[in-house]
């Protein structure tokens, strides 16, 4: 079952009944339920949003992500479950002891396939690939040669040349935050996935930063994040004339967990496809499979 999405930007109280999310406005009488198992990601988007403890318990315990938001809308905090998997400890060790050969070869087929997607979305768009098909096929064992980069100065070069001098940086001019707001959300549904699958999300395989508690969700979403980026350019040609992140545009770009994507030959909604990635990643640091199950663009 595909789990929803909830984003609350207006003022609301937030309770729990029979296991269903009770949803208050201080504007109107009428309540809304949503039963909890149905939920996969929250959105707190509002300074005026009041959410009970036994709120937060029971989302927690359905292993949904929880994103809080600052007063510019961005995302700045995630909560997860942290006991998401019956053989969770056994799989934290597996992930711990992991070889730096396992890591960097792991590293290799991520960039590969992030390439490789970047690569299929701009040939859609009409835009010559050659260069980065070349690159895709040439990465080596733990990227040594930095071929994402070289990849990634391409890729935002020539995506977006109807924005002149656009330059991707996380505190960018418009359209960054588009992406920003898409690509949060992206690494919550990873995050919440790999929790899933027994995980540590903060242990990356490439990702070291130690003030990031999301190394490992930094990682794995890479091959994914060019579907987020063909719904925020699917969303800037149908709003041409709003940089502001408003009520129309978070519908649209809410709508990345239910997205299809093509993995292991079949088409899955992402947030779908996300979970046989993170559960191959668990079998590779287990030493049951070589391969992490990645979407093809």
């Known amino acids: 079952m595909i789990k929803r999405t909830l984003c609350f930007s207006n003022p609301a109280y937030l309770s729990v009944k029979l296991n269903q999310l009770v949803i208050s406005f201080s ?17 707190l988007d509002s300074p005026q949003i009041t959410v009970t403890q036994t709120v937060l318990v029971k989302l927690l315990e359905n292993n949904t992500a ?20 019956t053989l969770q400890s056994e799989r934290f060790q597996k992930q711990i002891s992991a070889s730096e050969v396992l890591k960097k070869n792991l590293w290799q087929q991520t960039i590969q396939s992030k390439i490789y997607n970047q690569a299929m979305f701009l040939q859609e768009l009409g835009i010559p690939v050659r260069n980065m098909l070349l690159w895709s096929r040439s990465v080596t064992s733990g990227d040594t040669k ?30 960054n935050n588009f992406f920003n707001y898409t690509y949060a959300i992206l690494r919550a549904i990873v995050a919440r996935n790999l929790v899933g699958s027994g995980l540590l999300p903060t242990l990356g395989i490439h990702h070291k930063n130690k003030y990031n508690a999301f190394c490992l969700a930094d ?8 579907y987020a980026d063909r719904l925020v350019l699917e969303t800037i040609q149908k709003y041409p004339d709003t940089e502001d992140i408003n009520k129309e545009i978070k519908s649209m770009l809410l709508t ?21 990635t993170t559960a191959s990643l668990a079998q590779c640091f287990a030493g049951k499979r070589r391969k992490i199950k990645y979407p093809t663009f």
């Open 27 to 43: 504007d109107k009488d009428e309540k809304k339920t949503i039963p909890i198992e149905d939920i996969g990601v929250v959105i």
């Open 66 to 85: 929880v994103i809080t938001c600052n007063s510019s809308h961005h995302p700045i905090g995630l909560q997860l479950c942290l006991d998401g998997n």
């Open 146 to 175: 930095n071929h994402e980069a070289r990849a990634a100065a391409y890729y935002w070069e020539t995506l977006l040349q109807s924005h002149d001098n656009f330059k991707r940086e996380r505190f960018g001019e418009y359209p």
């Open 219 to 226: 990682d794995i979403m890479e091959p994914y994040r060019p």
């Open 256 to 276: 990345l967990p239910v997205i299809d994507v093509k993995i292991n030959k079949q088409q899955r909604p992402l947030l779908v496809a996300v979970a046989e």
